[in-house]
T-cell receptor
């Protein structure tokens, strides 16, 4: 079945440094979604990318979808302590499925 | 926006007892809901897909008789952990998507249930 690989698993950064997490799929994705889970919380939807090569920004967060629609990245500029959490990418499940296939997530720690 | 409510948020139970977790879609109808389990520092593991009016679809390795799922209405799915044991202690999260908004719609997650079996 479809797999979504996400790296790195953990990232510790000094406050103010940049952060990037990468997501790769074994198959072409029709779309990719990104979620953030704060410590002790539940995943919350951040954004969805649909078009090949698409780039979307949300303040300090930049999301990219690869040209081949097999990879994606989330980049945070000048991290803040409020960015702490685990970031998950998710692609559609198999054909006809309503499921989402989640990457293992990248846990971001920000050192003040 | 759409909201999914999960209850209870925390539960401590004795080994051998059963625990029911509820997942409600508050402002949309969810013909399909998903139940995940999350171990500490790990990703979301899909346990089963809950289908309104029919049997749930379980992922490989998930015991159907242990994790009973009922989806009796378009807004409510329940997960019952039967004869719970300490190894069942985990964070259980449900999610639902409002397919009236399209098949690529975002997933809304419940707040999660922290189950501790003692």
């Amino acid at each position: 079945g479809q797999q979504v690989m996400q790296i790195p698993q953990y990232q510790h950064v000094q406050e103010g440094e940049d952060f990037t997490t990468y997501c790769n799929s074994s198959t072409t994705l029709s779309n990719i979604q990104w979620y953030k889970q704060r410590p002790g919380g539940h995943p919350v939807f951040l954004i969805q990318l649909v078009k090949s090569g698409e780039v979307k920004k949300q303040k300090r967060l930049t999301f990219q979808f690869g040209e081949a629609k097999k990879n994606s990245s989330l980049h945070i500029t000048a991290t803040q302590t409020t960015d702490v959490g685990t970031y998950f990418c998710a692609g559609p499940g198999g054909a006809g499925s309503y499921q989402l296939t989640f990457g293992k997530g990248t846990k971001l720690s920000v050192i003040p | 926006g759409a909201v999914v409510s999960q209850h209870p948020s925390r539960v401590i139970c004795k080994s051998g007892t059963s625990v029911k977790i509820e997942c409600r879609s508050l402002d949309f109808q969810a013909t399909t809901m998903f139940w995940y389990r999350q171990f500490p520092k790990q990703s979301l593991m899909l346990m089963a897909t809950s289908n309104e009016g029919s049997k749930a679809t379980y992922e490989q390795g998930v015991e159907k008789d242990k994790f009973l799922i009922n989806h009796a209405s378009l807004t409510l799915s329940t997960l019952t952990v039967t004869s719970a044991h300490p190894e069942d202690s985990s964070f259980y999260i449900c999610s639902a998507r409002d397919y009236l908004q399209g098949t690529n719609t975002e997933a809304f997650f419940g707040q999660g249930t922290r189950l501790t079996v003692v």
